[in-house]
């Protein structure tokens, strides 16, 4: 079974979502990571940068760092390498901006996670089940006619975690964008 097609409405036209991330190509994807102000607004204005230079944002993740006021933004860009040095110069120049660092061919280490509803019973969910165990998930919630699972891991990890899952009937994904930090 594939995943069923997911509507968004833009206006009163309706127009299908990208289908999920599985087999995304990573060749000009750019791991950027920028230490900000925690303020209201900030998101917006680093969004908005990226989105006026013509770029497209595939993940993104925000939270706080261990200093009260700050937050660790980890973008993934889909450029080249010229084209995410301007970005980085672009983002050095926004006032809340406190650090931006480039980190896609540095020493890093990189988390995904992704949450999957199956729609499976009986022997089917004990294979699936199994299969999710093979990948170091796990089942976070199941239902008479569903199953909830989860696995986090490096971004090719959770793409095969995705691929083994699609014959077992993907129902929806939730998955987070990329969180970065920088072996150095």
């Known amino acids: 079974m594939s995943t069923p097609s997911l509507l968004m409405q833009t206006g009163n036209t309706p127009h299908p979502n990208p289908p999920p991330r599985v087999g995304r190509e990573q060749a000009r994807l750019r791991v950027l990571t920028a230490v900000v102000v925690d303020h209201p607004g900030v998101l917006t204005r680093v969004a908005g940068m990226v989105r006026r230079r013509g ?3 595939q993940g993104l993740s925000v939270g706080p760092t261990d200093e009260h006021g700050r937050s660790r933004m980890t973008l993934t860009v889909d450029a080249g390498h010229a084209e995410v040095d301007q970005v980085q110069k672009q983002l050095d120049r926004l006032v809340e901006v406190i650090e931006v660092e480039d980190l896609t061919e540095a020493p890093r280490l990189s988390r995904e996670l992704a949450m999957v509803k199956l729609a499976v ?4 969910r004990e294979r699936a089940v199994a299969d999710v165990d093979r ?3 796990r089942v976070v919630d199941a239902g008479a006619e569903h199953v909830i699972v989860e696995v986090s891991g490096e971004f090719d990890r959770v793409e095969r975690f995705l691929e083994a899952l699609q014959p077992y009937g993907i129902v929806e994904i939730a998955r987070s964008g990329p969180v970065a930090m920088s072996k150095r």
């Not at 019973?121 to 089917?124: F, K, Q, S, V």
């Open 135 to 137: 990948f170091g998930g």
């Open 121 to 124: 019973t009986g022997p089917r």
């Open 55 to 57: 770029f497209n944002i």
